[in-house]
C-alpha cells in the first residue's frame, strides 16, 4: 500500500468514482467535486500496488485489512 498525498489524492478519488463520466454533468459536477474534495482533505488515501506473481488476491486483502487497524 502506497500513501497518497496533496492533489494526488483528489486525483485518484476522481479518477477512480465509479462511472464519474456522468459526474462532470451540471448539476453533477459541483456534487462531486465538493465530495471528493472533501475526502481528500479529510481522510487517508491509498494506492493498491501488487506486484505481478508475487501476491495472491487474498493476500493483497489481508494486506489491506491489517492497514485499518
Known amino acids: 500500500l502506497e500513501e497518497v ?3 494526488e489524492k483528489f486525483k ?3 479518477d ?3 462511472r464519474n463520466v456522468y459526474s462532470y454533468k ?3 459536477r459541483q456534487n462531486h467535486f465538493s ?3 472533501n ?3 479529510n481522510y487517508q ?3 493498491v500496488k501488487r506486484p505481478c506473481g508475487t501476491l495472491t488476491i487474498r ?3 489481508d494486506n489491506i485489512e491489517k492497514s485499518f487497524v
Open 45 to 47: 488515501v491509498k494506492r
Open 35 to 37: 465530495i471528493a474534495s
Open 39 to 41: 475526502i481528500s482533505q
Open 5 to 7: 498525498n496533496g492533489l
Open 59 to 61: 493476500e493483497v486483502c
Open 12 to 14: 485518484a478519488i476522481n
Open 16 to 18: 477512480n468514482t465509479y
Open 26 to 28: 451540471l448539476p453533477y
